[in-house]
Each structure stands twice: as structure tokens, then as C-alpha cells.
């Protein structure tokens, strides 16, 4: 977990998160927008609707990761193909997306391992 001192926002110059520090007098970083008891800030007003597509990759995804999680085959090949009929992008962002859950999930494996 990332140190308190340390907050991500919203970034108006890019696209992408940017990391702040914390002024020292412990004033919030962003002035216009209400922060929660917890830290967390509202949604920027500016944040860009889902498309059909994000929603399509979601629901992809989420396929996926139920069909690992009950010890499926998670057929990555036929969910690839679905995307594949929202462009030639669509796939490419599928995979992307993929390769971060596998990546996590074998960092989080990999961690339950050694406190073992």
C-alpha cells in the first residue's frame, strides 16, 4: 500500500493518473472537489463516458476471471474471438487487460507462497 504522503489524482494534462505529494500543512490537493472521510476524491466532472466497448471488454474480463476463479478453462481464445467483432482493436485491449490479471494474480500467488 502506497505511503499516505502519497495521493494519486486526476490529471488534467494527460491521460492517466499522476502522483502528488501531500502538501506538508495537510491541506487538500485539489481545492474544488470534496474529499471523502476516507481520503478519496469525487470523479472529476472531465472523466470520459465508458464507450460499448469498455463495457464490452468488461464483461469479457469479468468471464474470464469467474472461469479461473471456479478452476474453468478460461477459453481466452473464444472471448478473443467475441472482441474480435467490435474491431481490431478491441482484441488488443483484451489482451492487454488479460495479461495484468495474470500478472497480478501471479504476484499475489507468488506473495501468499512466501508468507508461507
Same mark, same amino acid.
Given at each position: 500500500?502506497?505511503?499516505?504522503?502519497? /495521493? *494519486?489524482? %486526476?490529471?488534467?494534462?494527460?491521460?492517466?493518473?499522476? *502522483?502528488?505529494?501531500? #502538501?506538508?500543512? !495537510?491541506?487538500?490537493?485539489?481545492?474544488? +472537489?470534496?474529499?471523502? +472521510?476516507? !481520503?478519496?476524491?469525487?470523479?472529476?466532472?472531465? /472523466?470520459?463516458?465508458? &464507450?460499448?466497448?469498455? %463495457?464490452?471488454?468488461?464483461?469479457?474480463?469479468?468471464?474470464?476471471?469467474?472461469?479461473?476463479?471456479?478452476?474453468?478453462?478460461?477459453?481466452? +481464445?473464444?472471448?478473443?474471438?467475441?472482441?474480435?467483432?467490435?474491431?481490431?482493436?478491441? #482484441?488488443?485491449?483484451?489482451? &492487454?487487460?488479460?495479461?495484468?490479471?495474470?500478472?497480478? &494474480?501471479?504476484?499475489? &500467488?507468488?506473495?501468499?507462497?512466501?508468507?508461507?
Amino acid at each position: 500500500m502506497a505511503s499516505p504522503a502519497l /495521493r *494519486v489524482r %486526476w490529471s488534467p494534462d494527460g491521460p492517466g493518473l499522476a *502522483v502528488r505529494r501531500r #502538501p506538508r500543512d !495537510g491541506a487538500p490537493m485539489i481545492a474544488n +472537489h470534496h474529499i471523502h +472521510h476516507d !481520503g478519496d476524491y469525487d470523479d472529476p466532472p472531465e /472523466r470520459e463516458r465508458l &464507450t460499448e466497448l469498455d %463495457w464490452l471488454l468488461a464483461g469479457l474480463v469479468g468471464e474470464y476471471v469467474d472461469r479461473r476463479e471456479c478452476g474453468e478453462a478460461p477459453r481466452a +481464445h473464444d472471448l478473443l474471438a467475441r472482441a474480435a467483432e467490435f474491431g481490431d482493436d478491441a #482484441p488488443r485491449k483484451l489482451r &492487454t487487460v488479460l495479461a495484468l490479471y495474470e500478472a497480478l &494474480t501471479a504476484d499475489e &500467488t507468488a506473495a501468499a507462497g512466501a508468507d508461507e
